[in-house]
């Protein structure tokens, strides 16, 4: 992790620790934040590269399938994603889509699928995505209208999904589709689906603000069979919400790196530019600045670890994950956007750390339920506890 002293709130574990010096030493020594030409390239490279360094362990659950612990440790992943931030947002997106493209085979997975799959994401021989958003329905999941009907053993898949990170690389893909079993989110399915599968191709590529393998998809009668379907049918929904909620906390935790990252640039930059007969940093102006980054990162930070603490001590994080990733991702945004501004002119030259970190952040306020939503679930969780109290003690 970025900051070694935040290794000592109570939170963490002697493995946390350990996994903190060893993943920053490894990143320091191999990651950089060199402007990639061939972005599918460099993060089929970077995928390789974590497997063999034995990282992507952490990003799938069971021992038996290539994991570190029979369950996901939700803050060893998060340990690894702040530290991956901090430096370089590509090798971050690509521990991530592992972890996310591959959550819902840990969670739901037969033995097979488990076996089929997991050993070589965590071996950085598989590449993951998962695929729940359509041009029509982003935040709407459950209105998704990409169509699986059940004919001759397996499915027959027909509809578009969009924004697909991995879309492209990937070997396999979960995707959510309608099988209609009730209305809404109670008529949704799993699939995993590979490249190869007969009416599914790549329709676009999206060029995005920070460039990532990212399409949009699409089935044309693909035929898959019953043994690729993730979970119960009509179960689907509830797969996708819980890959989600297992990988929020983590996005929490990249903005925290970002966020420090733009810190140390910000504190290097301040101390060593000179103007006025002085350093910048000498200024009661910047100060202030400086003085609230470093407050609200911890404060994002607290949010996020209390959150991987919580899910991992068995607890339902919906409130408290949301609560991270709204004000982590937030605030990484107001503190890139001040170290951009400590920066001058130079911290909006192409290829700066500084004017890169502030492209890099923007998509995490949207993806993965943007802070409307984040908003929108605390908001649903406060009120159900508040009625729930005063439910109990009008019947006490
Ligand atoms: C870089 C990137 C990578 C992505 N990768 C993946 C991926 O791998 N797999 C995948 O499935 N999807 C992926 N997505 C899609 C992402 O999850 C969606 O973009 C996101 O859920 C928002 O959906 P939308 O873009 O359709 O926006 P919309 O749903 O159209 O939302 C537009 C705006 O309306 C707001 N809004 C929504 N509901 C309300 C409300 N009730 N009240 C007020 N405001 C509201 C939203 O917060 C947002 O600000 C990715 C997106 C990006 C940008």
């Excluded at 903005?255 to 930059?269: P, Y």
């Excluded at 911890?298 to 990733?325: F, I, P």
Aim: charged fraction near 20%; hydrophobic fraction near 45%; proline fraction near 2%.
């Amino acid at each position: 992790m970025a900051d070694r002293r935040a290794m000592d709130w109570p939170f963490f574990e002697a493995r946390h620790r350990s996994l903190a010096s060893s993943i920053n030493n490894w990143a320091t020594k191999t990651l950089s934040r060199v402007h990639e030409h061939d972005v599918d390239l460099a993060c089929k490279g970077l995928v390789r590269r974590l497997g063999a360094s034995g990282w992507l362990k952490h990003a799938v659950g069971g021992r038996a399938f290539g994991g570190t612990e029979d369950a996901i440790d939700t803050r060893a992943i998060c340990i690894l994603r702040e530290t991956l931030a901090y430096h370089s947002g590509l090798a971050d997106f690509a521990f991530a889509m592992q972890g996310l493209g591959s959550g819902a085979i840990s969670l739901f997975g037969t033995e097979e699928q488990k076996k089929k799959y997991l050993p070589r994401v965590a071996a950085g021989k598989a590449i993951a995505a998962f695929a729940l958003s359509e041009p029509d329905t982003g935040s709407d999941a459950a209105a998704l209208s990409c169509a699986a009907r059940a004919e001759g053993g397996g499915y027959v898949l027909s509809g578009e999904k969009t924004w697909i990170s991995n879309g492209g690389i990937a070997d396999f893909y979960v995707v959510f589709a309608r099988t209609g079993e009730a209305a809404g989110a109670r008529g949704i399915s799993a699939f995993v689906i590979e490249p190869g599968a007969r009416g599914f191709a790549i329709a676009e590529r999206i060029e995005a603000i920070a460039p990532h393998p990212l399409a949009r998809l699409i089935f044309r009668e693909c035929f898959v069979s019953g043994a690729q379907r993730l979970g119960e049918p009509g179960h689907g929904f509830k797969v996708a919400m819980a890959t989600l909620d297992v990988l929020r906390t983590s996005v929490a935790a990249a903005a925290v790196g970002f966020a420090r990252r733009a810190l140390a640039e910000a504190l290097h930059r301040a101390t060593n530019r000179k103007m006025f007969g002085q350093a910048l940093s000498d200024f009661q102006l910047t100060q202030a600045k400086l003085a609230q980054m470093a407050t609200s990162i911890d404060a994002a930070a607290l949010l996020t670890y209390r959150a991987a603490w919580l899910r991992d001590q068995g607890h339902n994080v919906t409130v408290e994950a949301a609560m991270a990733k709204m004000t982590a991702t937030e605030t990484a945004q107001h503190v890139i956007d001040a170290a951009v501004q400590i920066f001058g002119g130079q911290g909006v030259k192409s290829g700066e750390v500084v004017e890169q970190l502030y492209r890099e952040i923007r998509p995490l306020r949207i993806y993965e339920g943007a802070t409307e939503i984040q908003q929108l679930v605390i908001a649903r969780g406060i009120l159900k506890a508040f009625q729930e109290n005063t439910h109990n003690e009008a019947t006490r």
